[in-house]
């Protein structure tokens, strides 16, 4: 019986190297909240999320006072037991944000932990679909200062030259005028064959202010509007996607299943961006993809390729996994010893046991410290 002896939590700060906008937003650093769980017969599981660019040690005390505590001495494969001895531990301290995030972060590192000690990797613990390579899309098309509509269409060009058929970039933050000019000059630069994503970091506030962009937008035939809203605000969701013939995709910050449940019952999404670092791990992502599937949605999960590629090729209803082929937005990437490789529009999925990379720990060093528990 592999039981949990000690957990090890890092917070690591790492900057941009160039600051980077959304919608209504601009991040200089991210921080990262990183985990090691560690068994009795010596096996070490990792799991990590993103906690913001400020604020990062909230991550910390949640592993270290609330969670860890539930954790140590338990036996590693009783994951559903110990998700709601997290769950229920947490309750009055935050059943979203960075206690939930710190819950997924644990619950990533014992899903690995176990699939490590199995000798398997993660996708084929899961129960696989898909068993060497995975759909993705590449992502990108921030703003950038100086960086103009003909720019995008070049970065997105350079993503359909790799081999992707789908690409994502940023909108929303320029005015209807201005972003209908970055998305007519990505369709014109990757032609029509291949997707188009729009990603919108919540940056309107109301069904008549989006239907002012999309109007200009829908000619050029978006694969989906990401994000329109604010992730509470489901009740636009649901009444922009009858307005739109563009699908509305979110979720990247919803947390649990009863919000996501929520959502589908209300037609707020076609397409479900959920998170398993946020939403409360591994444990919680398979539910909610369960679930979509029962209301034909399906799942393109939000960032964190090295987490998500699996469980996408675990998932009957999971579309794409989210790919970022360098480090200057994704920065986590700098943290890992084993990066995903791509190949014809797909990532190629690890073989190794568990997650298949574990922290680079050199690099790790440079942006923050570890502390101990157990």
Not at 65 to 91: H, K, N, T
Not at 147 to 172: I, R
Not at 220 to 234: A, K, L, Q, S, W
Request: hydrophobic content about 40%.
């Amino acid at each position: 019986m592999p039981v949990i002896q000690s957990i090890d939590v890092c917070v690591a700060r790492v900057p941009l190297d160039q600051v980077t906008s959304f919608s209504n937003r601009t991040v200089h650093e991210r921080h990262y909240g990183l985990v090691k769980v560690r068994s009795s017969d010596g096996v070490e599981g990792i799991g990590f999320c993103y906690v913001g660019s400020t604020a990062g040690e909230l991550f910390r005390v949640a592993v270290e006072q609330l969670l860890a505590p539930v954790l140590l001495g338990q036996d590693s494969l009783a994951i559903e037991g110990l998700w709601q001895r997290m769950y229920q531990e947490a309750l009055l301290q935050g059943r979203m944000g960075t206690v939930m995030r710190a819950l997924s972060a644990l619950d990533i590192a014992l899903w690995d932990l176990n699939a490590r000690t199995a000798g398997l990797p993660l996708h084929k613990y899961l129960g696989a679909v898909e068993l060497d390579t995975v759909p993705a899309y590449a992502s990108g098309g921030y703003y950038l200062d100086g960086k103009t509509a003909g720019m995008v269409g070049e970065e997105m060009a350079s993503y359909a030259a790799l081999g992707f058929g789908a690409v994502k970039m940023k909108t929303g933050r320029w005015d209807p005028k201005g972003e209908e000019a970055r998305v007519r000059a990505a369709r014109e630069a990757i032609g029509p064959d291949v997707a188009l994503m729009l990603d919108c970091n919540n940056g309107w506030v109301d069904t008549v202010q989006a239907m002012e962009y999309l109007r200009r937008i829908e000619p050029y035939n978006p694969y989906f509007i990401e994000e329109p809203f604010g992730p509470d605000d489901i009740e636009s969701h649901a009444r922009l996607a009858k307005l739109t013939r563009i699908p509305v995709a979110t979720a990247e910050i919803g947390y649990g299943r009863w919000y996501h449940k929520q959502l589908l019952d209300m037609g707020g999404a076609a397409i479900l961006q959920t998170d398993a670092a946020v939403c409360g791990g591994i444990t919680e992502w398979k539910r909610i993809a369960a679930m979509a599937a029962g209301y034909g949605v399906q799942m393109c999960p939000h960032w964190f390729h090295d987490l998500h590629a699996p469980l996408v090729a675990a998932t009957p209803n999971a579309r794409y996994v989210e790919f970022f082929w360098d480090d200057q937005v994704l920065n986590f990437r700098r943290l890992v010893d084993r990066q995903l490789s791509h190949q014809g529009g797909r990532v190629v999925l690890h073989q190794t046991p568990g997650l298949g990379f574990g922290f680079d720990e050199k690099e790790v060093a440079k942006y923050g410290r570890w502390s101990h528990c157990g």
